[in-house]
């Protein structure tokens, strides 16, 4: 893919150096070097002392690998965001003592509580967009050419902020989720992974529906694709083989109960929150919810292998692989430098891309990847059912902007009740009575 006469090598700063999937992402970073040359690559991070433990480990990677390459890990902005072309952002402001916070005080009103959906998701949005709004600043001062492809949720409602707040930023804000879907598609079809796939899909973030998938060869893959979603959801046979937390193989298995809904597509995991709440919260244990998991699996496995290669020295045997998280960020940059028009999603303003929809909205579409970062391509027009549910999920996203901006206790109480999953207007009174109290140190004082 390089060309002869371009021998650009990239800076890469990953924002959230501390972050679960960090590792992955460097792992892919060092295996695609043919594909995406590094000079540097840094981490930053606000906890010092958190980054360490992945940094160490990825210091001891990049010597082994590739001991050209630059590292660096700092809790200094300008050292960090200083000549930088591409910045992987993936905070999470509050950390999981405040995700777990957003996850069990819904529940204990008897509301789904998630981390990116419902009053849990609108919390946390509250926190990370003054974050993320942060780190494009860092950016656009230390280095105003750069790029940042950014994960930090939740994605939908930081997308409407960075949209208001920062129109000309050279900020894309993206999502993993429809990847790894994709990647299972390709499984259930037998091909190789999601780029051999060819696809139309919108919605808004973990709100979407893919309306056609095809192969290379333009082949229709929707029957087979719906024929397995309709038994077995998501699941595919590599789950069994190499193991699934609990709570992802009710979430894959739950897709056959949303495909249901509406046969004529196949859905993002996510609706099953707004289609099947109570269920959901049927099967919800408030004392232990996917926070506790979370901790207890991959945080723990990720810093214990860091900790491991760095007791042993070397990171020749590590297990850390690339997935779908950091292969897809990794793609993104590499369609952006080499302008390849890749076709890949990206949550970006509407602007006419789903045709009945608001053109305000911050939409979930297919895009062409390249120079001038992602192209919207036209998905048409939106069905009965759909836009009524995107069009009340976009209110709710835009109320919750709203609230933080003007600091309106009116305005986040009508985000809380107007969101699907939240049955009225008290229990939304109530639980995010309790989130105002949670979320003292990270909110404005409400009006
Ligand atoms: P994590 O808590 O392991 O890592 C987040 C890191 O961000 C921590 O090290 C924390 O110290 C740091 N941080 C918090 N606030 C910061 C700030 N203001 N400035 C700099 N650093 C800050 O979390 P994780 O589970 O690895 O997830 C990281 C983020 O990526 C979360 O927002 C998560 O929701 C998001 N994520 C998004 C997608 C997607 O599809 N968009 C997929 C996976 C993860
Ligand atoms: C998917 C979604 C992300 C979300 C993550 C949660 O990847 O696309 O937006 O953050 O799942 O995963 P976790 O394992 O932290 O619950
Ligand atoms: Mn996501």
Not at 94 to 118: C, F, N, W
Not at 133 to 152: C, F, G, H, R, T
Request: charged share 25%.
């Amino acid at each position: 893919m390089t060309h002869a006469a371009d021998d650009r090598k990239f800076s890469v700063l990953i924002a959230g150096g501390g972050s679960t999937y960090t590792p992955g992402i460097v792992l892919t970073l060092l295996n695609g070097l043919d594909k995406f040359p590094l000079r540097k690559l840094k981490f930053y991070d606000n906890d010092g002392e958190r980054q360490k433990k992945i940094a160490d480990a990825a210091r001891i990677l990049v010597k082994e690998r590739a001991p050209e390459i630059e590292f660096e890990a700092t809790t200094n902005p300008a050292e960090a965001f200083t000549d930088v072309d591409f910045v992987m952002a993936q905070i999470r402001v509050g950390k999981y003592a405040m995700r777990s916070l957003d996850e069990k005080i819904p529940l204990k009103h008897g509301v789904v509580g998630q981390e990116t959906t419902g009053p849990g998701g609108i919390a946390y949005g509250l926190r990370s967009i003054p974050g993320v709004i942060e780190l494009v600043d860092y950016m656009e001062k230390y280095s105003p050419n750069a790029w940042m492809l950014n994960y930090s949720n939740p994605a939908a409602i930081v997308a409407e902020a960075t949209r208001r707040l920062r129109p000309n930023s050279k900020i894309i804000n993206i999502c993993d989720m429809p990847i790894g879907i994709m990647d299972r598609m390709a499984q259930i079809v037998g091909l190789k992974d999601r780029n051999d796939l060819v696809f139309r899909y919108y919605g808004l973030n973990h709100f979407g529906w893919w309306t056609d998938v095809r192969d290379k060869t333009g082949k229709d893959l929707m029957p087979q694709l719906k024929k397995h979603v309709a038994k077995h959801g998501y699941l595919v046979d590599d789950d069994y083989e190499e193991g699934i937390e609990p709570s992802w193989e009710e979430t894959f298995k739950m897709a056959a109960d949303v495909y249901a809904l509406d046969p004529t597509t196949l859905p993002n995991t996510y609706l099953k929150y707004y289609m099947y709440p109570t269920q959901v919260v049927k099967h919800s244990d408030p004392n232990y919810t996917r926070t506790d998991e979370v901790e207890d699996h991959r945080q723990k496995l990720v810093f214990g292998e860091c900790a491991r290669i760095v007791e042993n020295g070397t990171a020749k045997d590590t297990g850390f692989k690339p997935d779908d998280h950091s292969t897809y960020i990794v793609d993104l940059c590499t369609a952006i430098a080499y302008d390849t028009k890749q076709r890949m999603l990206a949550i970006i303003p509407n602007e006419g891309a789903i045709s009945n929809i608001d053109p305000t909205a911050m939409v979930e579409v297919p895009c062409l990847f390249g120079a001038n970062g992602a192209e919207r391509l036209a998905m048409g027009k939106a069905a009965t059912y759909q836009t009524g549910m995107i069009t009340e999920q976009n209110s709710v996203e835009k109320l919750a902007v709203d609230a933080l901006l003007e600091h309106s206790y009116t305005k986040l109480w009508q985000a809380f009740s107007l969101c699907k999953i939240v049955p009225d207007a008290g229990i939304a009174k109530d639980i995010l009575d309790d989130m105002i109290v949670a979320n003292k140190d990270y909110w404005p004082e409400l009006n």
